[in-house]
């Protein structure tokens, strides 16, 4: 790797996807390779895109003889996905939902069951981000939708369904939280 300015190492997401599956469900081995049909897409997004934040929280242990800190001890390394779904359906009104189970108990008319109190909702995620031929795959390998849902019936706009997923501890037998595929030449031999 060298240092330097080069525009090539600049990325522009210009599109991109979102899958979810079950927590331990196989994932691509690469960034070519297309997810199992266990993966749900979940389509469209606003052109806002996606925003993965990688944050640390920390304490910093002063001293009395110093106005610097002595030490500084990480306390933990939230991880949180944030994306808008444009698309209703079952598959991710469930998933904004927390859960919940579609019917069809009389034809042509959908119910939707709420998940039980307190159940929890995990699922694996992949986001990818394409740009040009570079793609780069996130692959998180658990973790749970917390934001509200407002659901907005306006005239002039799309009724979306605002994701904020919380990246959470990995499953037992996994190592990594999460990790990045990417097929990019700066990141390359």
Do not use: C
């Not at 009724?159 to 037992?172: D, K, Y």
């Amino acid at each position: 790797l060298m240092a330097g300015q080069d525009p090539n190492e600049i990325i522009v997401a210009q599109t991109g996807r979102i899958w979810v599956a079950p927590v331990g469900t196989a994932e691509p081995a690469d960034a070519a390779t297309a997810p199992s049909i266990a993966w749900l897409d979940l389509g469209y997004t606003t052109e806002d895109g996606v925003t993965l934040t990688f944050d640390k929280s920390v304490k910093e242990i002063m001293g009395w003889q110093s106005r610097d800190p002595l030490r500084i001890i990480i306390e933990n390394e939230p991880k949180m996905i944030g994306f808008e779904l444009m698309q209703n359906n079952p598959i991710t009104m469930s998933y904004a939902l927390g859960g919940g189970a579609w019917t069809e108990p009389t034809t042509g008319n959908a119910l939707f069951t709420p998940p039980t109190p307190g159940v929890v909702d995990e699922r694996a995620m992949i986001v990818e981000l394409v740009d040009g031929t570079s793609v780069f795959r996130f692959h998180f390998r658990k973790t749970m939708q917390q934001a509200s849902v407002a659901l907005k019936g306006v005239r002039a706009d799309a009724s979306t369904l605002p994701i904020e997923a919380s990246v959470l501890a990995p499953p037992a037998g996994v190592t990594d939280a999460y990790i990045i595929h990417t097929n990019d030449p700066a990141f390359t031999a």
